[in-house]
């Protein structure tokens, strides 16, 4: 494809490319053996509805009621929990299994886009490293991490796996781009980040920058996780979609970075995305990760790579921290990483509502009898 065309075209280009239709027939052809198993998913469907009617029987007497012998009373509390499981169990199985020939649809179409672009299609993608807010660092302080090299792995366990995966290849060092849907998978005991599932892109870059959040206006639980003393407000229509947070003092490092264009693109085709630079990496997370948001955010998402890529690029070239003892290739301890509330601060924050809520009627009382 002609990739001679200006920026104000281009993504209009990247739609255009896109798929409009991926026909059951190729869906057949390519992999036969997903409608089999969707036949069974539909098959389980029968003993996942007779498992949840006895529950619902066993435990509410509804749409049956189902008598046991005085000697086997006993044992209705392990029965309904049994039979909740099993109804639960059945279902995800089913659904799995249902959703594999339109997951198969989705894959074809990406991977028809991947060849018109140049770009590599694979079912699953690279587990992204646990670095920053958005993928679930957790409050572990600022990590001494050098300069990392593909093959040196992630400095922690990957707390999400990612699926639908479109990345570019790359000859350097560094992890090529990938645009894919993350997927939490840690234990209750791991950190977590704002969400559980998002489509979201990644990119790296030789150097490192100063830890920036931009946010979605409409994401009030990540900007409750931020302070508002770390706040920067941006000239004309930028703040009705976005808050922007930088480190004190790193407001003006924050500017270059934000150009006009960058900041049209996000407001025009990125209202709903959340976007992190944190050391070498840039991560874009939005809340449209399913199957018809795919042509809109994907190329949307490789055009912002493309348009960010190369202001990254150029600070690659120009910028520096004079607070940071090797000023071309660090950042100073106070950038790294942005301040966060404090778990202290949510707990008692919610303590004080329940005592409000539970205080409101004797206050309420004692004035109506003054």
Known sequence: MNDDVGTTDRLAQFRAEWPRSVSWAEVRAQEADVFRSAGKGALLVVPAIAATLLGFSFSM??????????????????????????????????????????????????????????????????????IGILLAEGRTGLPARPARLVEAGPAQPSLFRTSFALWRSSNTRIPPPQIAIASYSGSESDPKGPRDGFRYMEMSRSLRLPHIMIVARGNGSLRQMLPGTQRLSLEGDFDRYFSVYVPNGYERDALELLTPDVMVCLIDHGRRWDIEIVEDRLVVASRRFRKRSDRLEYTAMLYFSELF??????????????????????????GRRLRRRSAAWGAAAFVGAVGLMLAFPHVLGWFLDR
């Open 61 to 130: 007497e509804f749409p049956w009621v189902i008598e046991m012998p005085g000697w086997l009373d006993w044992s209705r509390g392990l029965l309904i929990v049994a039979l909740c499981a099993l109804s639960i169990g059945l279902w995800i199985w089913a659904f799995v299994l249902l959703s594999l020939p339109g997951d198969t649809r989705r894959g074809i179409a990406i991977a028809r886009f991947a060849q018109e672009r140049d770009l590599t299609y694979s079912r699953h993608g690279f587990a992204p490293e646990r």
């Open 309 to 334: 890529g190369q202001e990254l690029g150029h600070q690659a070239r120009t910028y520096s921290d004079p607070r940071a003892e090797r000023p071309r290739t660090q950042v100073a301890a106070a």
